[in-house]
């Protein structure tokens, strides 16, 4: 069965770096709220994460999940709003095609700050002992569900090594009624819609905010059931880091490859089958 997150706890780590105002710099802790929220694994001490290292774990976790969990903990949190089991999903489909591959293997690119950047997987080998503030991603996970699925395997590596460790997640009737009506409006959106159309009216029909919005539609795209039809599908192969190509404009806040959906790209019939079969 599935323990609910301390609301106490929860409210210490969204406080460390995240206010009404915004992100600001991390916050000092009393050593009680730190104990509290390391006890419930939502406080982590830094660590370093190099590349190699990184990749051959990510290919361990994702063996060790199934889609059919990932896919039932996505449907689980509809209801619940429990956003740390909707981010799964993105990070299993995102690691599920990755290669297994080492920096010394890989194009990479050589930083002016001496870090190097891997062109497969984006992930970066730090110049010097850096280590990963772990709770910067831990607060993206639980306050919007994830904001890094395509752009940073230390989230994947974190969200994956997090989720071995819950149960089986079974969801419900009211779940499968969401993820219903979510498609369905996928569905019927005008041919011209984008993301931002799409977000607002899913409103209607998820409890959520916009923002939390953003990340499920992101990782429905992710997952290839919102699938442009001119990008290439993570669902169904590998697509390096370089090849996740963004629009030439001046700022989009909308990741790859949910940034190229459109209306008139529906829903992929054959992704929901897939990834959503055993629950609508």
Excluded at 26 to 50: C, H, N, Y
Excluded at 105 to 113: A, F, G, N, R, V
Excluded at 270 to 280: D, H, K, N, P, S
């Amino acid at each position: 069965m599935l323990s609910p997150i301390d609301p106490k706890a929860l409210t210490i780590l969204f406080g460390t770096r995240w206010s009404a105002k915004g992100w600001h710099d991390e916050a000092a802790l009393s050593e009680e709220d730190r104990v509290l929220a390391k006890a419930e694994r939502l406080i982590f001490d830094p660590m370093p994460l190099g590349h190699d290292a990184l990749i051959a774990d990510i290919g361990t976790l994702r063996d060790r999940i199934s889609l059919q969990q990932v896919a039932a903990a996505f449907v689980a949190s509809l209801s619940t709003r429990r956003l740390d089991l909707r981010s799964a999903l993105g990070s299993w489909m995102a690691a599920r095609h990755m290669p297994l591959h080492t920096m010394a293997q890989s194009p990479s690119e050589l930083w002016p700050t001496g870090n190097r950047c891997c062109q497969i997987c984006n992930g970066i080998d730090y110049a010097g002992d850096t280590a990963t503030d772990l709770n910067i991603l831990s607060l993206e996970r639980h306050k919007w569900g994830g904001l890094r699925h395509t752009i940073d395997p230390a989230y994947v590596w974190f969200d994956l090594r997090e989720f071995v460790l819950l149960p089986q997640i079974d969801p419900s009737a009211d779940d499968r009624r969401i993820l219903g009506a979510i498609l369905s409006v996928a569905r019927s959106v005008q041919a011209a819609a984008r993301p931002g159309d799409l977000e607002k009216a899913l409103g209607k029909v998820v409890k959520s905010n916009a923002y939390e919005r953003r990340v499920l539609i992101s990782i429905l795209a992710i997952a290839g059931v919102l699938q442009p039809q001119d990008q290439p599908s993570l669902r169904t192969g590998s697509v390096a880091a370089h090849q996740r190509i963004m629009p030439v404009m001046h700022k989009t806040d909308w990741p790859w490859p949910a940034v190229w959906w459109r209306g008139s790209d529906g829903v992929d019939a054959a992704a929901v089958a897939e990834v959503f079969g055993g629950f609508l």
